[in-house]
C-alpha cells in the first residue's frame, strides 16, 4: 500500500505533457496585425487573417538588418519590402548566423488594411496589399512564423 502512494505521488508530480502542438498545424487559424497601439488615443488595427495552408523549416543567413535612412513612419513600400526579405534580421555583427526559420504559407480570408498613410500606421499593409501581393480571398501569404498570431476560426 505504501509503495504505490509513494508511486502515486510521483506520477503527480511529473509535469504534464502538453496536448497543443508547439507549431501551429495546416487548418489552424492565424493572423498577421499592426496598429493598435496607445493607451488613450488608440491607433487603428489592420490585419489579414486566414486558415494555414503549409508549416515548413527554411535555413536563413541572419544578416545585419537593412540601414534605412527614415525613421520607421516614414519608411516607402520599397523599404517594407527590403525588410521583409532580411528578417530575421540583427543589429550586431557578432549574432550574424546561420539559422533556420519557420515559414506559413497563409490562405486569405479576411483583411483590413489602411488606404492613406493618413490612415494609420505604414507597416506591411496599405491599400489592399500585404507587401506587393493584392489581398483576395484565397491568395496565398508566406510569412516568417514569428510575424503570425493565432486566432480562432
Not at 509513494?6 to 493572423?31: M, N, V
Not at 516607402?76 to 519590402?81: E, G, M, N, Y
Request: hydrophobic residues 35%.
Amino acid at each position: 500500500m505504501r509503495c504505490s502512494l509513494i508511486i502515486s505521488l510521483l506520477l503527480l508530480s511529473l509535469p504534464l505533457q502538453a496536448t497543443e502542438p508547439t507549431l501551429p498545424q495546416p487548418g489552424d487559424c492565424a493572423l498577421y496585425r499592426e496598429g493598435g497601439e496607445g493607451y488613450i488615443l488608440v491607433a487603428p488595427t489592420y490585419y489579414v487573417r486566414g486558415t494555414i495552408a503549409e508549416v515548413y523549416k527554411r535555413s536563413h543567413r541572419m544578416e545585419l538588418c537593412p540601414s534605412i535612412p527614415r525613421t520607421r513612419l516614414n519608411y516607402t513600400r520599397a523599404d517594407w519590402r527590403e525588410l521583409a526579405e532580411a528578417y530575421p534580421c540583427v543589429s550586431d555583427p557578432a549574432k550574424v548566423a546561420e539559422i533556420e526559420v519557420i515559414r506559413i504559407r497563409l490562405r486569405v480570408e479576411d483583411w483590413e488594411t489602411p488606404w492613406a498613410l493618413q490612415h494609420g500606421r505604414n507597416g506591411m499593409l496599405m491599400k489592399g496589399h500585404f507587401l506587393d501581393t493584392e489581398l483576395k480571398q484565397g491568395v496565398e501569404l508566406d510569412i516568417d512564423g514569428t510575424l503570425l498570431l493565432r486566432c480562432e476560426p
